[in-house]
């Protein structure tokens, strides 16, 4: 039984880089509901990637609480934390990070193959990896092709929402999927992403620096002002 409303809290947070740079994160609250869409704008530089890695547990802050779907994982260890990682969140790159010379299903099982494979077989991951494709317009001779270098701006769009989405995740992040594409790309696949949340109950937190595209969510956040160290 969930206690909260939440899916995502992250309270009274901080964050430096050690002596590299002066670069500080203080955020007070941040709070996104069950499937609730919500995009954080910010300026290059402003700490969205930062952020993104604080929240995935991929780095700790020096201070506050992150709670994920009401798992403080904050509080968890290393390991668990990329157990956790696999079994609860989705990850969409900025360029979508396809490693080219792979197949498109060896890119998108790539999250899976460090804890998940241990719970079911792979041949249940390829069947969901092939049944989202079905859904998103991806047919099983690309899915299975070789090398995904051969793969559209369209096609590489749907292997990136497919890998977010082959581990069943509560919660999407998101950063700058967007950001190298045009306006009816970006509009295709904000669509495609939506809907495929939509039908899965997923929550999606999307940073970037482009305000075009604040129209599709349900909530706008501003970097510059839930940062109380800018
Ligand atoms: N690995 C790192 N080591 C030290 N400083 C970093 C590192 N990554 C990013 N920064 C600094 O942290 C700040 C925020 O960067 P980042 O989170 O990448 O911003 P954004 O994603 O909004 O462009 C910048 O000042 C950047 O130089
Ligand atoms: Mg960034």
């Not at 947070?13 to 050690?18: A, H, P, Q, V, Y």
């Not at 954080?40 to 890695?53: E, H």
């Not at 494709?133 to 690309?142: H, M, Q, S, T, Y």
């Amino acid at each position: 039984m969930s206690i909260t409303n939440n899916i995502l809290e992250v309270n009274n947070l901080l964050f430096k880089w050690r002596k590299t740079n002066n670069f500080k994160l203080k955020i007070n609250k941040l709070a996104i509901k069950k499937k609730k869409r919500v995009i954080l704008l910010g300026a290059s530089g402003s700490g969205k990637s930062t952020l993104l890695n604080l929240i995935s547990g991929i780095l700790e802050p020096n201070k506050g609480i992150i709670k994920i779907n009401d798992t403080c994982i904050t509080a968890l260890s290393s390991k668990q934390k990329d157990l956790f990682r696999t079994e609860n969140l989705g990850v969409i790159f900025q360029q979508f990070n396809i490693i080219e010379y792979l197949s498109p299903i060896t890119n998108i099982l790539l999250p899976c193959y460090f804890s998940l494979f241990k719970n079911k077989k792979i041949s249940f991951y390829r069947e969901r990896a092939a049944d989202l494709g079905k859904k998103l317009g991806i047919e099983k001779d690309v899915l299975f092709q070789k090398k995904a270098k051969n793969l559209s701006v369209g096609q590489q769009q749907r292997i990136a929402i497919i890998r977010a989405l082959i581990n069943f995740p509560k919660i999407i992040l998101a950063d700058e999927p967007t950001s190298a594409l045009d306006y009816k790309n970006k509009e295709k696949f904000l669509n495609l992403l939506f809907d495929m949340c939509e039908q899965e109950n997923i929550s999606i937190f999307m940073v970037s620096h482009d305000n075009l595209i604040t129209k599709y969510f349900d909530d706008v956040l501003l970097l510059e002002k839930i940062n109380e160290a800018s």
